[in-house]
């Protein structure tokens, strides 16, 4: 054995060491490692003792969002070569959200434990996880987490802006703008044709303040990107030095140790709520924070947020919640760590991040460039965070609605439901004049929760009946047990728990009921008396299963409700798992 006291200590905290011993001749399972290695090409000089850096790659043909991963792999495999570690490329799983159906969130949880389980089960002592496309990003995170190595996150970076006809164009906001004025009869099949062009001109995420951009924001506010990545244009070259920074700084983290763990507390995740809310971020964030917090060990709920919300103002005038901007211009009004410089009374300062000691250490030197963009306290978006977290006799686990995105005057609203049992039925019914939908009901969805969606699809902004579109109207109050694009609009009520396919009162609910919503109140109510709901529930059957087999069927046994992030039973509970090298 050779070397100092404080290499020797390194080397044997490597995993990776594991799998190639100390010699030569230190076991017949490190000899064969050591022969596959080289049967890779790699000398021994260029791995033995060093870190392995495992940099897990989202990329895909299918994956628009996702289509320059595989070059920013290349980045960041050079900044770890330049620090001294050794990495090694695994493809996983790709999560689309434009083309996975029925929906991306079915296979959240299966990305995170193909995460979990490839990094426990290889060489590897550091993670970079390259992500961005909606549920990639909990779900490269949640699985880190549950090993808790070091790990960086690498975050896809927003496309251009869209554009067309002289205007600058968003993401999901504006495809369903354009598609209700095509309804409407406002635009024709040419317009169509043209806006197809127009709307996503570049690989990247979505580039409005939806899902993805809210999501990667909350990865930077909870200390595990390097600093400002998380809204780099995807087609920057920033985005290649961000991603070789990344490269760099895993191997660093790896012989410092600094472990997930010390990173996703209690107070990072505090933050990462704060920061969401006062990006007027996607709805979404709120599952999807709660299932990374549990993978922490940290626990969190709605209320949490909805206390959050009361002290945070909302500062990013983005689109969707904002009026105007896109994430580029958010990007050059100095990024996550601008708004965040903002904000400073409201976050937990003294916490460690990937790159720093301290939170306050990373924000140093941050700025605004535009206050037009990051508002200033004094001239905020909205005076307080963007989701509010109902309850009431229709949801007695909680609701959630993005009221910074709702028509002010259906904040406070009572009226008469249309109900529909599932997605099809409402699509093949809603336009229906018939039905007699008026701008004051109350349109409420079903069966399309964790469960009985399943995964919750984004079906939760109901489009309007056409004869109502026609006449000019633009919102009504619609609720049910779905999940909603962060891109999308409208006073919506989401993630009704418990889900109507477990029996939540939301499967009690018939046409003509009178639902109220008080937004400023934090209540939803059914207006039907407890008896008659107690009458109604003693006739209810559940419905029957919706997989026979397969991972469906593992996915509807194991699946959590929304209120406590739709994780998987058997992932979310603390326990420990054996080293796969101690057999
Ligand atoms: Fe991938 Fe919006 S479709 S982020
Ligand atoms: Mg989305």
Redesign the pocket.
């Known amino acids: 054995m050779s070397g100092a006291p404080a290499e020797r200590a390194s080397r044997r905290e490597l995993r990776s060491r594991q799998w190639y011993g100390e010699s030569v001749s230190s076991g017949l399972r490190s000899f064969s490692h050591r022969a596959r290695t080289r049967q890779l090409g790699y000398l021994p000089e260029e791995h033995l003792g060093k870190p392995f850096i495992a940099v897990l790659n989202t990329w895909s043909d299918i994956n628009p969002c996702h289509s320059h991963l595989r070059d920013r792999a290349q980045a960041v495999k050079r900044g770890v070569w330049q620090a001294g570690g050794f990495p090694l490329e695994f493809p996983v799983a790709t999560l689309s959200?434009t083309f996975q159906k029925p929906t991306p969130m079915l296979y959240r949880n299966l990305l995170a434990m193909e995460t979990e389980e490839l990094l426990r089960s290889y060489p590897v002592d550091g993670a970079v996880l390259l992500g961005g496309c909606?549920k990639t990003t909990p779900a490269l995170l949640m699985g880190a987490a549950s090993v808790d190595l070091p790990a960086v996150f690498v975050p896809a970076g927003p496309m251009l802006p869209g554009h067309w006809r002289g205007e600058t164009l968003g993401s999901?906001t504006d495809m369903w703008k354009y598609w209700d004025d095509h309804r409407a009869g406002l635009i024709g099949d040419c317009e169509l044709t043209e806006l197809e062009s127009g709307l996503a001109r570049s690989p990247g995420h979505?580039m409005t303040m939806?899902?993805?951009a809210t999501l990667t924001a909350a990865a930077e506010a909870l200390g595990v990107t390097v600093p400002g990545a998380s809204s780099v244009p995807a087609v920057d070259s920033g985005h290649d030095r961000m991603a070789a920074a990344s490269g760099l700084r895993i191997v660093g983290l790896v012989r410092e140790d600094r472990r997930l763990s010390r990173i996703l507390t209690p107070d990072a995740f505090a933050d990462a709520v704060t920061t969401v809310l006062g990006l007027g971020g996607s709805t979404n964030a709120v599952i999807h924070l709660i299932a990374m917090a549990g993978r922490a060990g940290v626990r969190l709920t709605l209320d949490d947020f909805d206390r959050i919300a009361r002290t945070v103002p909302v500062l990013a005038n983005v689109r969707p919640g904002g009026e105007r901007y896109l994430m580029e211009d958010f990007h050059f009004a100095g990024g996550l760590p601008g708004f965040l410089s903002r904000i400073t009374d409201l976050l937990h300062l003294d916490r460690p991040t990937v790159c720093h000691d301290t939170l306050r250490e990373q924000l140093a030197g941050a700025r605004v460039y535009d206050a037009d963009v990051i508002r200033t306290r004094d001239d905020p978006v909205a005076e307080e965070g963007g989701v509010a977290v109902l309850r009431g006799n229709l949801c007695p686990d909680g609701a959630v609605i993005k009221h910074i995105a709702a028509e002010p005057h259906l904040l406070r609203h009572t009226g008469p439901a249309v109900v529909f049992d599932d997605y099809r039925t409402m699509q093949r019914t809603i336009h229906d004049p018939a039905l007699g939908i008026t701008p004051d009901h109350v349109l409420v969805l079903r069966g399309s929760g964790p469960k009985g969606g399943p995964g919750m699809p984004?079906y939760g902004m109901l489009p309007l009946p056409d004869h109502l579109l026609k006449r000019g109207v633009r919102d009504m109050v619609r609720i049910s047990d779905a999940r909603m694009?962060?891109?999308s609009y409208g006073t919506c009520v989401l993630h009704v728990a418990p889900e109507s396919y477990v029996g939540g009162p939301l499967a009690l609910v018939r046409t003509g009921d009178l639902i109220t919503l008080d937004v400023p109140a934090r209540s939803l109510r059914l207006e039907v008396s407890d008896e008659e709901l107690a009458r109604r529930r003693a006739a209810w059957t559940p419905p029957p299963a919706r997989y026979e087999r397969g991972y469906g069927a593992l996915y509807s046994e194991q699946i959590t409700q929304a209120d406590t992030g739709c994780d998987f039973a058997f992932l979310a509970r603390p326990g420990t798992v054996p080293d796969p090298y101690a057999g």
């Open positions: 959200e909606d999901g979505c939806g899902t993805a984004e694009s962060g891109t």
